[in-house]
Nanobody
Framework: QVQLVESGGGLVQAGGSLRLSCAAS????????MSWFRQPPGKEREFVAT????????NYVDSVKGRFTISRDNAKKTVYLQMDSLEPEDTAVYYC???????????????????WGQGTQVTVSS
């Protein structure tokens, strides 16, 4: 059974940094694009970043460009989200997700993903 487990969330002051990790099991990790989404309090889930199966292609939502970096280590079956210069508006539950099909780039559409982690809370204080 495919499983994704996030870690690394917490409470940080504005301007600080956090690194989220998402460990995968039960799937040929290196064949699937991976993404991060987030759900701020009282709002809908939104796309944050995606990385291709080999790590050569990355895309970000405009609000995090230049501050967040997505990366992956296929040997460790883990995807990361390095978050710098955090802002209170970044407060959310962060989820990692795996696309449904091998060799398919990730997108901002939740329907393109079939496996989700349980989420990790990130809180940025002002």
């Amino acid at each position: 059974q495919v499983q994704l487990v996030e870690s690394g969330g917490g409470l940080v002051q504005a301007g600080g940094s956090l690194r989220l990790s998402c460990a995968a099991s039960g799937r040929t990790f290196s064949s699937y694009a991976m993404s991060w989404f987030r759900q701020p309090p009282g709002k809908e889930r939104e796309f944050v970043a995606t990385i291709s199966w080999g790590g050569t292609s990355r895309n970000y939502v405009d609000s995090v460009k230049g501050r967040f970096t997505i990366s992956r280590d296929n040997a460790k079956k883990t995807v990361y989200l390095q978050m710098d210069s955090l802002e209170p508006e970044d407060t959310a539950v962060y989820y990692c997700a795996s696309v449904k099909e091998r060799w398919t780039l990730g997108s901002a559409l939740s329907d393109d993903y079939d496996v989700w982690g349980q989420g990790t809370q990130v809180t940025v204080s002002s």
